[in-house]
């Protein structure tokens, strides 16, 4: 693992994957590299004109590259029943999911569907997602689901008596919950998967402190100068996204990988190529994975029936 980087992805021909909003940060550098190794990857977007700005640029710097773009609004649950449908219809096997697109520190506000944004976004959209992919991912040898978290999950916590944060919202506290969140629903995805036949796994990975997309439209939605500042000054010392990108992509990729498994950036978790982590105690809390599923599907209205099979012998 030492020094690993995108150039140590093996091949990916024959795979299909799809990563969640594709068209920039780390969801761009995810891209790039996989079809840099022949993969054929799903660029699964809520913006179609930046999503096809991204697809442009990539097959400018891949000639032949083999991407394809789709709509997704993960914020929606009828984009995600819609993206689900059209991916099925078309494809017999998904190798990698990446739920890597996000919102980070807006000012609250609900999804299509009435959930607080980051919550409904980052956790729900995602578990939505995946549930409807199941089917498709049980049947693929050695698919992989990769959920992208972020180190402040180790500021979270998950409010069960509110955790729409309709009585109380800070910006952080939100985004921090649904980061937590993310590793909970790895983690109990993981518990889930075990006891089946499938050779599908659930891992996950964080980028650290990298110079994203992300963390400026935060500090633009703030509205905060001082906050617009200090992101300025922390992109001059945040590694670039395209080494934000390799925990993910080892997470999805490496061959010795193990379902549950996290990654981050080897210095103080902030900079540097990827490494195995432990994640915080609050994101190995089973009886809370278990509840936060459980609201999920009553939530989303999305259920894991594959999972709730009895064991094969």
């Known amino acids: 693992m030492v020094n690993w980087n995108a150039n140590d992805i093996p091949s990916q021909s024959g795979k299909v994957v799809i990563v969640t909003g594709a068209n920039s940060g780390l969801g761009y550098e995810t891209t790039l590299a996989l079809v840099r190794k022949n993969a054929h990857v799903i660029m699964a977007c809520r913006n179609l004109e930046k999503g096809q700005r991204a697809v442009d640029l990539i097959e400018a710097k891949v000639p032949g590259a083999s991407v394809e773009l789709m709509p997704l609004d993960l914020a929606s649950l009828a984009s995600i029943h819609a993206f689900a449908e059209s991916f099925i219809a078309k494809y017999d096997h998904l190798d ?9 520190a807006i000012p609250r506000r ?8 980051q919550f409904g976004t980052n956790h729900l959209g995602h578990f939505a997602l995946t549930g409807l992919l199941l089917p498709t991912l049980l049947q693929t040898p050695h698919s992989r689901v990769i959920t992208t978290s972020s ?53 996950g990975g964080h980028p650290g402190f990298s110079n994203t997309n992300l963390q400026s ?41 193990v379902g549950g498994e996290y990654y ?24 809370d994975a278990a509840r936060l599923w459980a609201i999920s599907e009553e939530l989303t209205g999305v259920h894991y029936r594959e999972l709730d099979k009895e064991p094969a012998i």
């Open 217 to 257: 439209n935060s500090a633009e939605a703030s509205g905060s100068g001082i906050e617009k500042v200090m992101y300025s000054l922390g992109a001059i010392f945040a590694q670039s996204q395209a080494m934000g990108a390799l925990p993910q992509l080892y997470a999805g990729t490496a061959s010795d990988v």
């Open 96 to 104: 990698q999911l990446y739920n890597n697109a996000g919102v980070m």
């Open 151 to 203: 180190g402040l999950h180790r500021t979270g916590k998950m409010d069960f008596d509110d955790l729409q944060h309709e009585k109380s919202y800070t910006r952080y506290g939100a985004y921090g919950q649904s980061k937590l969140a993310n590793i909970l629903f790895m983690l109990e995805l993981e518990r889930r998967l075990m006891p089946t036949a499938a050779t599908t796994i659930s891992v």
């Open 264 to 287: 981050g950036p080897s210095i103080m978790s902030m900079r540097g190529n990827p490494t195995l982590e432990t994640p915080s105690d609050a994101a190995r809390n089973e009886a």
């Open 110 to 117: 609900e999804t299509a569907d009435g959930f607080e944004m």
